[in-house]
């Protein structure tokens, strides 16, 4: 079957699905912000006024990703890749956990944690393996080295691109997002008409604009249930036995 017929999955994810695999989300009560105001850490103000304070909150960060490993949604997703299904991801996280887990089409609205970028020139991108960044780490312009992470006020450049790919799901599949981020939230209104969206989170019920179908069940059971159908159908569909 040529490419373009395969069913086309696209999935859009947020902390919810990293927060299984240990990594903090960032609005909850007792997650990520709360000993650390974003306009502290996490603004183009922050870094003007403090940038050793931005880089050492974001080098613990990338430890605790670096820790992380993929759990059962993110391995699922991957197997429905390696039968034959297109599967685009679109995720609001700066973490690896999808390509570690086997994902090949990963668009990254807010960056990878696991990068440095130069400040003169968004271009400039450097891989960090291990280590983190220090004042005084430069580009090859002989700029100081950034997270790449898009920041609180700072535009979301793949967004374009996402709109795209959102326009040519078969099927629309929203994964651990409150949906309160923009303009990623809006992403939704870029999918086709005959094409269900589908939220997985465990407030799903709240969360959940009109018109998309809610399962209300964490990542790490709800995406899983929903594959194996699809891996057993060789089609995308929601089983009735999952709503609610």
């Not at 859009?12 to 960032?26: K, R, V």
């Not at 670096?66 to 429905?80: D, G, I, K, Q, V």
């Not at 220090?134 to 709109?163: M, N, T, Y």
Request: net charge negative.
């Amino acid at each position: 079957m040529a490419e373009d017929e395969r069913p086309h999955l696209v999935v859009f994810t947020g902390s919810g699905i990293s927060a299984e695999s240990g990594i903090q989300t960032f609005r909850a009560s007792d997650g990520l912000w709360a000993d650390h105001p974003i306009e502290e850490v996490a603004t183009p103000e922050a870094w003007r006024r403090n940038p050793a304070r931005v880089l050492q909150f974001y080098n613990l960060r990338r430890e605790q990703v670096r820790r992380a490993r993929p759990n059962a949604a993110h391995r699922a997703l991957a197997a429905l890749e390696r039968q034959g299904f297109r599967v685009s991801i679109i995720t609001q996280n700066i973490d690896d956990l999808h390509e570690r887990a086997g994902s090949r089409h990963v668009l990254h609205l807010h960056g990878e944690i696991l990068k440095a970028r130069s400040t003169v020139d968004g271009r400039m991108q450097y891989p960090l393996p291990r280590g983190g960044i220090e004042l005084g780490d430069i580009c090859d312009k002989g700029s100081q080295l950034r997270p790449d992470v898009v920041w609180f006020g700072e535009s979301v450049p793949h967004f374009g691109e996402a709109c795209e790919i959102v326009t040519e799901a078969d099927l629309l599949l929203v994964v651990g997002t409150s949906l309160a981020v923009m303009p990623a939230a809006s992403l939704l209104e870029h999918a086709p008409l005959d094409a269900p969206s589908v939220l997985v989170d465990p407030e799903a019920e709240v969360l959940a604009p009109p018109g998309v179908t809610r399962i209300s069940q964490p990542a790490g059971r709800g995406v899983p249930a929903l594959v194996r159908h699809w891996q057993r159908e060789g089609r995308l569909w929601v089983p009735q036995t999952l709503l609610g």
